[in-house]
């Protein structure tokens, strides 16, 4: 803070318990080592210096600070928790570079090949992993091993391409939260990774940039701070059908398709059945719709609201895209669309399933229709008028039925 010091207060008490010197500038972010023996600060320009003091004490172990140009203008550090591997990662606040430390010697490892490009905001490493997660000023979320130097996949543009000022990731390390410059503070599964991913699990909206976000430790709070003067705490696991699992953990939960509706082809008159199976915590609700119009049972229309729908006789109207929607207290999922073509027998005109004498009539009552004459009228080869040759097509069909 404003007042240059670094210090360790007793979170019981919230008693002051020592304060690390050394430092000449503002800081801008703190971590302790995985045993809680050890903490680093960080400051920005122009001294640009992280120190590493022992917790008992505050006596100051080593200390480093980039050279310029390479990662220099410290805003953002973590302390990687694998026992084995004992480093400390920062952010640069005017280049984008991350920088990876030795934590006993205060000597540089490595750079990261890849970066932001601007400023970095955040780091997060994953429980017990040497993988960790950077956020940063060109709106992307980036995945790293400490323990190399390229990005593990895609970034993750987290919040529409503006600034990302916060992540954090559950102490189980199966979810991770970001917090952005467009007023909300996102969730999102770490199974999704890599990018592209899909929409987050869940939104928290603020009237302001958030800033800073994280985790309770049992991982179901999450709590954020924002530039509207709030700080704010959320459910994070949520478990909508109350069966003791959280929603993101029992895949059980939300309405999916294990059979799709199929499109098909059928004769007026005849009937057209559509199937679908679902799962999802029940009860489970149906409603089948055609061209985005719900349909009712109606006698003809049968099973709006089931697995099944049946329209039997069709008509040439029922052709279209029929699909349904399938929902619980968890959500709702659309099916894929299934497209129904009804179809004549050539020749029949009205569409009964078989070319009689009703059909002759009709094209003898039409014959002679010189432009604008359609299949109904009898315009058989689709020239637009209703002449010899489509009496000849007609008395060929003559007797022909719909199998």
């Not at 805003?75 to 084995?84: F, H, I, K, T, Y």
């Not at 040497?130 to 995945?143: W, Y």
């Not at 916060?166 to 599964?189: E, K, Q, Y």
């Not at 099944?308 to 109207?317: A, Q, T, W």
């Amino acid at each position: 803070n404003s007042n240059l010091a670094t210090s360790i207060w007793d979170t019981a008490s919230c008693s002051h318990l020592c304060t690390g010197d050394g430092h000449s500038d503002l800081k801008y972010a703190s971590a302790f080592s995985p045993g809680g023996s050890r903490f680093v600060g960080v400051c920005g320009a122009p001294t640009n210096r992280a120190i590493i003091w022992n917790t008992s004490g505050c006596g100051t172990a080593c200390s480093f600070s980039p050279a310029a140009g390479s990662g220099g203008d410290i805003r953002a550090v973590a302390w990687c928790p694998d026992p084995d591997y004992d480093v400390i990662v920062t952010g640069s606040g005017d280049n984008g570079v991350i920088m990876v430390w030795n934590a006993q010697s205060c000597a540089s490892l490595h750079s990261m090949h890849e970066n932001h490009g601007a400023w970095v905001h955040s780091l997060a490493f994953f429980p017990g992993s040497r993988q960790f997660l950077s956020a940063g000023n060109d709106g992307t979320v980036r995945m790293w091993s400490a323990d190399g130097t390229s990005q593990l996949g895609p970034p993750l543009v987290a919040h529409n391409g503006l600034p990302v000022y916060a992540v954090a990731i559950s102490p189980d390390g199966s979810l991770f939260a970001t917090a952005g410059a467009d007023n909300v503070a996102r969730l999102w599964l770490t199974a999704s990774w890599p990018p592209p991913a899909p929409a987050p699990l869940r939104e928290f909206g603020h009237s302001g940039p958030v800033n800073c976000v994280a985790f309770s430790r049992d991982g179901r709070l999450l709590a954020t701070g924002s530039d509207d003067w709030t700080a704010r705490v959320w459910p994070a696991l949520e478990d909508c059908d109350g069966d003791g699992i959280p929603d993101h953990q029992d895949q059980l939960d939300y309405p999916e398709f294990i059979l799709q509706p199929a499109s098909q082809t059928s004769c007026a008159g005849g009937d057209a059945d559509f199937f679908v199976q679902a799962q999802g915590a029940p009860p489970l609700d149906y409603q089948w719709t055609k061209d985005d119009v719900v349909l009712v049972d109606d006698g003809r229309i049968v099973g709006s609201n089931t697995p099944h729908l049946r329209i039997d006789p069709m008509r040439p109207s029922d052709a279209g895209d029929y699909r349904i929607s399938v929902g619980n207290v968890c959500g709702a999922m659309s099916s894929s669309i299934a497209r129904l073509t009804v179809i004549c027998i050539t020749a029949d005109l009205n569409c009964d399933r078989t070319v009689d004498l009703t059909d002759l009539a009709t094209l003898l009552a039409r014959f002679g229709t010189a432009s604008g004459a359609t299949l109904a009228d009898g315009d058989l080869d689709g020239d637009g008028d209703v002449d010899l040759i489509d009496r000849t097509m007609l008395l060929g069909n003559f007797g022909a039925m719909c199998p």
